[in-house]
């Protein structure tokens, strides 16, 4: 249930209402909106009564929710949330209400060369964030499983060189400490969505993490897996629509649009979608990030390579990075008819006074 506070709620009054709960056995969770303060209470909640909530003083509404998840429903907190992403030197991306973040670079971080020429690429064509493999999950056990450690450190540097904060797939609980060192976002990976131990162990970390759909992963499902995270008090969470197995068998997997505006509709969480793994071939892949981006997605993530041909996994659904520059364009073009932006996507002196007009933090 929620328990929604009169505007004029005092700290001392949220603080009683929550030892409250707390010494019932349940979670209290704080959502403050621009107007007031709304309780998330979980747990047992039959051991509340919400006739005695009703009667304090300062509690305007108290409304169950109906729904399996709670912290990630829109009922908790009307608000769009937006996550901010530190910059490794200074500055942040948003992602969420009016901000867009463009997240691109290679599946795996196949070398340190790769990595750094890809980093600049991709940053001067507009990305924010630097994704790469490090750990791989790979449908065959004898397929190439990633770098491991050396390759964090490529990113790590790549992103500290480009002053982009750095994304990579977390697939074990074991790995979370030394991600945790190198990296500044967790990504979960779609055969990941319900690892409920990896879920719990990010929970419990204070990084942003990138949740995306499992292969074959309700909506509803797939929310109760970021409810797994925001349980533990990371309420950094963004989701990304992968593509999904259908009847269709034309592409690898079939990008569910549809998504992006239910997901808005059933939780304040930003969602982005990656339509490289969803297309599986590159020729695919710019008309489905233009289509996310209309279709209200708070961003994209696209695989780049230089030279595809030869990349050891995902080569066939990898960009150019001109043809991925030549994409960003679209999607700045595009987020502006919404009356949204990409932060940080121009070049500096454009990016200055674009973010300025528009009253958005620039870096
Ligand atoms: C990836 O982003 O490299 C990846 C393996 O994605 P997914 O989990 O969506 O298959
Ligand atoms: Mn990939």
Not at 11 to 19: A, G, N, P, T
Not at 115 to 143: C, I, M, N, W
């Amino acid at each position: 249930m929620i328990v929604i506070l009169k505007p004029e709620a005092t700290e001392s009054l949220v603080k009683d209402i929550v030892s409250q709960i707390e010494s019932l056995g349940l979670q209290a969770h704080l959502s403050r909106g621009q107007f007031r303060t709304v309780i998330g209470v979980v747990g047992e909640e039959v051991k509340v009564d919400p006739e005695h909530l009703k009667s304090i003083n300062g509690v305007e509404q108290v409304v169950p929710i109906m729904k399996p998840y709670k912290l990630a429903s829109r009922e908790f907190h009307k608000e769009d949330t937006v996550i901010e992403i530190a910059c490794p030197q200074g500055g942040v991306v948003k992602v969420g209400g009016p901000h867009c973040v463009a997240i691109a670079g290679p599946c795996a971080a196949e070398d340190e060369a790769m990595v750094f020429q890809l980093a600049r690429e991709v940053k001067q064509a507009g990305a924010t964030v630097l994704r790469g493999g490090a750990y791989k999950p790979r449908t065959s056990p004898y397929s190439f499983q990633g770098h491991g450690e050396d390759a964090l450190k490529w990113l790590r540097d790549a992103g500290r060189e480009n002053n982009m904060p750095v994304i990579t797939e977390v697939m074990d609980t074991r790995h979370v400490q030394i991600i945790e060192k190198y990296t500044d976002i967790f990504q979960i990976g779609a055969r990941n969505m319900q690892n409920f131990n990896l879920l719990f162990e990010i929970g419990r970390t204070r990084k942003p993490v990138v949740l995306k759909r499992g292969l074959a992963g309700s909506i509803s499902e797939w929310l109760m897996s970021a409810e797994y995270v925001l349980s533990q008090g990371n309420r950094q969470v963004i989701l990304c629509e992968r593509g999904i197995k259908t009847f269709e068998q034309s592409l690898r997997y079939t990008l569910d649009l549809s998504a992006v505006p239910v997901v808005k509709q059933l939780s304040h969480l930003p969602i982005i979608v990656d339509p490289s793994h969803a297309a599986g071939d590159r020729q695919y892949v710019p008309s489905l990030a233009r289509a996310a981006i209309a279709a209200g997605a708070d961003g994209v993530m696209v695989e780049c390579h230089d030279n595809p041909a030869k990349a050891m996994c995902d080569g066939p659904q990898a960009l150019l990075p001109d043809v991925f520059a030549s994409l960003m364009k679209d999607l700045i073009a595009i987020a502006g008819v919404l009356r949204r932006s990409f932060s940080g996507a121009a070049d500096s002196t454009s990016r200055q006074s674009a973010g300025a007009a528009m009253g958005h933090n620039v870096f």
